[in-house]
């Protein structure tokens, strides 16, 4: 199975940071985690990426497991523009897209 | 940098029709993958074209085809819509290699009667 298993659904309140986890149990070795997320009525965005070490961008930061099985999603100080739907990919060599699964439904309360 | 643009932003075809969606990609971007996402679900890959080709493709049946055009805009084409048919058909842009993140555009809505 090419998916990941993620929580349906998360709440945090906000300017607190955000763990959102990821099983990825089948991950190969040249497989890289993807992150994206989406909004209401937009299309998915990137969020971060990476292969072996924790990734920091400006947005988050992803911390993945030393036997690459797991990695989470940490978002430093959530605010209420990040409530979206997550979604944690594997991704392979390939031209075979993105899989998504369902993705976990983060909710920011105020 | 421009995005990705996609029109038109809402569609309705009758049972049948034929459907053209389209895209422009992002500046520079040499690859163009297409996503249909039904209500409540994550986006399901369709299909992928670099350099003018279709070089990957999920489930989907012959009837969704698309083009790439050497400005990296590109089509998708749905043949005899079926109501199933109904969602949102997002278009992502990106260089080549699978570490390159995917940059969506906001997606054509389709219903489909």
């Known amino acids: 199975d090419a998916k990941t298993t993620q929580p349906n659904s998360m709440e945090s309140n906000e300017e607190e940071p955000v763990h959102l986890p990821c099983n990825h149990s089948?991950?190969?070795?040249?497989?890289?985690i993807h992150w994206y997320r989406q909004l209401p009525s937009q299309g998915p965005e990137y969020v971060i990426h990476?292969?072996?070490s924790n990734v920091n961008n400006r947005m988050a930061s992803l911390a993945i497991a030393e036997d690459r099985k797991s990695s989470t999603l940490i978002l430093h100080r959530a605010t209420l523009r990040d409530a979206a739907v997550y979604y944690c990919?594997?991704?392979?060599?390939?031209?075979?897209?993105?899989?998504f699964g369902k993705g976990t439904h983060l909710i920011i309360q105020p | 940098e421009t995005g990705v643009t996609q029109s038109p932003t809402h569609l309705i075809k009758t049972r049948g029709q034929q459907v053209t969606l389209r895209c422009s990609s992002q500046s520079g971007h040499n690859t163009v993958s297409w996503y249909q996402q039904a209500l409540g679900q994550g986006p399901q890959f369709i299909f992928q074209y670099y350099r003018e080709e279709e070089n990957g493709r999920g489930n989907f049946p012959p009837r969704f085809s698309g083009l790439q055009f050497p400005n990296y805009s590109s089509e998708l084409n749905v043949n005899a819509l079926e109501l199933d048919d109904s969602a949102l058909y997002l278009c992502?842009?990106?260089?080549?290699?699978?570490?390159?993140?995917?940059?969506f555009g906001n997606g054509t809505r389709l219903t489909v009667t």
């Open positions: 089948t991950i190969s070795g040249t497989d890289y």
């Open positions: 990919i594997k991704k392979g060599g390939g031209a075979d897209g993105l899989t």
């Open positions: 990476g292969l072996t």
């Open positions: 992502a842009s990106s260089l080549v290699g699978f570490d390159s993140p995917l940059h």
